[in-house]
């Protein structure tokens, strides 16, 4: 059955969309990349997925800044799909966003892209057609940039939020949930929120969906990816978290990391730890290991939880010993203490805005609705305003007591007040805003098109937090 996103987007695809067609031999300079389901094994059960991947069997893509993104798509499931090029800035009619940039590619059928790639870094691809990012249909996509260093060994950790139950049914359970909930007469109506429809101090919604296991390319603690490197050697992570509603800390453990990117921007070092991923963001850690042999895992802790996913360093001949899928205690919720740190390697250029938003992020639990500025998406929602070549600030004021990861298509942007704390923060495509935060995002409307800009937990998505921007 069609989501309810499917059912919306699908009443604005127009002629002059995306070429499909027949799959074809694709010429010598092409990337052929085939949406298929799989099979993966997860607490020991066989589980049916999708995937992103080369005809020799490689997930997703690398390449390098200054070429071009020449790739053919080919949907080999029996529904449509179509794939988002997370933090790309293509021409808008190969965005990969049903209905806005363009109808998905119906089954046994192949879609063209072909855009120049501006910049290197951390960044992924995911479907964004119904539900099916849920099924892990997401993929790495690497551009190297002068930043690679030939010295270093590049790691690559995809964590994603896994369950036996489909997501059809997983977005029915929430909204028949929150509805009988709030049938109740003490109820507020949003969670975190009082009687008056104001946020309560120190109310919080984590975790909505639980989920049987949290993966690390595609593998649980119980049988985790162990990776061989050299002791003493450079490592490179580069973390991808395409859960479709789970945020993490990342913990390093015994080793010292230096975050020097994020969203596949630089930004000024930070040392740590640990270190927080919202939904749909990337980090870039660095890694100086000791001489020796030893094992290192490297894990992801739920927020407000001890579950938790990873994989392994072994360096030298050391014993693969267990690692307990289980932290000590729980976590703590995801907040904007790094982010306040952080700073653009290369911000965008000092400029006033010549255009501001405010973006109301609101809804209900009655029905397990959400909305932007109190409006539902859908197709007669007006785009934000926009003109080519402006400077324009978007006000990201969360009024519910979930915290949002919020994304921008088409553009990358710069973090640039806090509540109320103006920052040359770090430059992004996806930030999270806690409950009863504002945070303030500007960018420059250099990419014209019609573009969608939305939560970027999957069921909020879903659900109605989405808005475009639109300037031709």
């Not at 990776?227 to 395409?242: D, F, H, Q």
């Not at 975050?259 to 660095?286: K, N, S």
């Not at 919720?333 to 805005?353: D, F, G």
């Not at 305003?385 to 553009?411: A, D, F, I, K």
Request: hydrophobic share 40%.
């Amino acid at each position: 059955m069609p989501s309810r996103r499917s059912i919306l987007l699908g009443a604005l695809a127009a002629a002059g969309s995306l070429p499909t067609g027949a799959m074809a031999q694709p010429s010598a300079a092409t990337t052929v990349l085939r949406v298929e389901r799989r099979t993966i094994e997860v607490n020991r059960r066989p589980a049916v997925v999708l995937g992103i991947r080369q005809p020799d069997g490689t997930f997703g893509l690398t390449t390098a800044a200054g070429t071009s993104f020449r790739v053919r798509l080919e949907n080999h499931l029996d529904e449509p799909t179509l794939i988002h090029w997370h933090g790309m800035t293509p021409p808008w009619r190969q965005d990969g966003v049903p209905g806005i940039s363009g109808p998905p590619i119906r089954a046994g059928e192949s879609g063209e892209f072909d855009f120049p790639l501006r910049f290197g870094g951390t960044f992924w691809m995911h479907s964004h057609e119904g539900l099916q990012e849920q099924l892990l249909a997401a993929a790495p996509l690497i551009i190297k940039d002068a930043r690679d260093q030939t010295d270093q060994q590049e790691i690559v950790v995809m964590l994603a939020d896994f369950s036996f139950t489909p997501p059809a049914q997983i977005f029915a359970d929430l909204r028949k949930k929150q509805g009988m909930v709030n049938m109740a007469p003490a109820t507020p109506g949003m969670a975190g929120m009082d009687s008056s429809g104001t946020p309560a101090a120190n109310a919080l919604d984590l975790n909505d969906v639980k989920y049987d296991a949290f993966l690390a390319n595609d593998r649980t603690l119980e049988d985790p990816e162990v990776v061989t490197v050299e002791p003493g050697g450079r490592i490179l992570l580069r973390i991808i978290n395409s859960s479709a509603m789970s945020a993490y800390h990342i913990d390093t453990g015994a080793l010292v990391g230096s975050l020097v990117a994020v969203d596949g921007f630089a930004i000024q070092p930070v040392t740590g730890r640990r270190f927080p991923i919202a939904v749909a963001q990337r980090l870039d850690i660095r890694l100086q290991l000791p001489k020796g042999s030893h094992i290192y895992p490297l894990l992801a802790v739920l927020e407000g939880d001890r579950r938790r996913t990873g994989i392994v360093l072994a360096a030298g001949n050391a014993a693969i010993t267990r690692v307990s899928n289980m932290a000590s205690k729980s976590s703590t919720p995801l907040n904007l203490n790094l982010e306040h740190r952080l700073r653009a390697a290369a911000p965008l250029s000092v400029r006033k805005a010549d255009r501001t938003h405010l973006i109301n992020l609101t809804g209900e639990m009655a029905g397990y609705i959400w909305s932007i500025n109190n409006v539902v998406w859908n197709p007669r929602v007006p785009p934000l305003s926009v003109v080519e070549g402006e400077r324009v600030e978007l006000v990201l004021q969360n009024q519910t007591g979930m915290s949002h990861p919020m994304h921008l298509h088409g553009h990358e942007f710069q973090v640039v007040e806090i509540d109320g704390v103006r920052l040359s923060g770090a430059v992004r495509d996806t930030v999270l805003v806690p409950p009863n935060s504002r945070v303030t995002v500007a960018f420059d409307a250099n990419n014209p098109g019609h573009w969608a800009f939305h939560c970027h937990l999957l069921y909020h998505l879903d659900a109605g937090m989405f808005i475009t921007l639109r300037y031709i």
